[in-house]
């Protein structure tokens, strides 16, 4: 079955295809959008702000720490880690430039979730891929994009998750895999049956404790790090663009299988172009679209442009420091991504192992929180609000089933469904872009973003 799912996955999910189809969404947007990259400290500004008179379910500060919640995950420091196994030091670079130029692919399918969003007969708003694909009369599409949404996210919100905290409280703590799933399945029932405000409300004071906490401890490894900072930006650009096989240990990989690893574990991070945390802007209060996209755009920055390129800093320079690592990377002692990762952060002394053990506690459990709305925001939309309880119930069992299977199979599973998602988003976005370069002209940079859009539900 991994034999299988691996070929799947190298050869048509995630093949030269769907690279150059995502990244080049990701560069086709930036022009469409007028480069909105340059607007992301006015969207972080927006987000600091409260608003009440719009409408909406949620604050837009609510919305993006719901959106964060579920972005900012094991993939900032696993998914890294599985990069650069798969890809060397050059990955890094590729997730770094993906989530760059994905920054206006998030922007656009925000928008359009929340320009096409529907109001529920409860007074609840419900917007993503599948609310666009309705205004663009292809029913077909919404229910596939719904169907792929619904069902990836036992692989990247559930099983992936529960897996990367199972890893790390066994591989440092010796404590029994059914205990750690049991206790993970009881803490996430106690949030999940909350509904989406109690999601909201524990993602809100979560999120940015999780993730200052992280970057400070990335920064502090850093500086004892300091005198191999130099080489290990080297070795990440210029890894980026050679077949040769690289210095310091690394397995050598050719520049697509670099730039595979790096778009792919960046998409499993950031999410840009998967209509995922679109889901949770088309909830917050908005008097236009342009300005909860512009907030959402922002999660991209603070999830692979600072978090990840932290945790890629951090594990290239500790395998430059240390010989050790070195050498059993290149011998093929380590294949895993948790195994990079706990082999590099268990050589720092003090901070390594207790930063990694709250990175991913913290991140993976946030993750479960955030991708289980969007899971149920599918299921609602394909079927009704009954169904839910029944989703809910099935996504706790998920938590368990991933705390005791094969890293590998997970991983491995959750690409393929990613990008199933991907594609029929995508092309919501590309469908509807002649109305998102529209809006952006008008509100964004014609001095209207704060002006109320008489269309909007």
Not at 188 to 205: D, K, P, Q, Y
Request: one cysteine or more; a neutral charge.
């Amino acid at each position: 079955m991994n034999e299988i799912l691996n070929w799947i996955d190298n050869n048509i999910m995630w093949g030269p295809a769907m690279i150059l189809f995502l990244l080049g969404t990701h560069i086709y947007l930036t022009y469409k959008t007028g480069f909105v990259q340059k607007e992301v400290f006015k969207g972080i500004g927006i987000s600091l702000r409260k608003d009440s008179s719009d409408k909406g379910d949620l604050s837009v500060f609510g919305s993006l720490m719901t959106a964060l919640s579920s972005t900012i995950g094991t993939g900032n420091i696993i998914g890294v880690g599985t990069a650069i196994t798969i890809g060397g030091a050059g990955a890094v670079f590729w997730t770094w430039i993906g989530g760059i130029f994905g920054i206006a692919t998030k922007y656009a399918e925000s928008f359009i979730a929340v320009k096409y969003r529907q109001k529920k007969k409860d007074g609840s708003y419900m917007g993503g891929a599948m609310t666009a694909f309705e205004h663009l009369h292809m029913p077909l599409m919404a229910k596939i994009f719904a169907i792929c949404c619904a069902l990836g996210a036992f692989g990247i919100g559930c099983s992936s998750q529960s897996k990367a905290i199972v890893d790390v409280i066994s591989g440092n703590y010796g404590i029994n895999a059914v205990v750690t799933g049991i206790f993970l399945c009881v803490l996430t029932a106690l949030v999940v049956f909350g509904g989406l405000h109690s999601i909201a409300r524990v993602c809100e004071r979560l999120v940015p404790f999780m993730s200052i906490v992280y970057v400070i401890g990335c920064l502090v490894i850093l500086i004892v790090n300091i005198r191999y900072l130099p080489e290990t930006i080297a070795l990440i650009l210029s890894s980026a663009f050679t077949t040769r096989a690289a210095m310091g240990g690394f397995i050598g990989t050719g520049i697509m299988a670099a730039a595979r690893a790096g778009i792919a574990r960046g998409l499993f991070s950031n999410e840009a172009g998967m209509g995922s945390a679109p889901q949770a802007s088309a909830a917050s209060v908005a008097g236009n679209a342009v300005k909860p996209a512009l907030v959402a755009s922002t999660g991209v920055f603070w999830d692979t442009v600072v978090v990840c390129l932290m945790s890629g800093l951090v594990l290239v320079s500790s395998i430059i420091a240390n010989d050790s690592i070195s050498c059993i990377l290149a011998d093929g002692s380590i294949i895993s991504g948790s195994g990079l990762v706990s082999a590099c952060f268990s050589q720092i002394p003090l901070f390594g192992k207790p930063l990694l053990t709250f990175g991913i506690l913290t991140f993976a459990y946030s993750t479960i929180l955030g991708w289980s709305y969007y899971g149920e925001n599918c299921i609602r939309y394909l079927f009704n609000d009954a169904a839910i309880r029944y989703y809910r119930i099935l996504w706790i069992i998920v938590i368990f089933i991933g705390a005791i299977v094969s890293e590998g199979a997970i991983w491995t599973l959750a690409d393929i469904l990613n990008a199933a998602m991907c594609i029929p988003n995508v092309i919501a976005v590309l469908l509807l872009r002649k109305q998102i370069e529209k809006d952006t002209k008008y509100y964004l940079y014609g001095g209207h973003l704060e002006e109320e859009d008489a269309e909007l539900a």
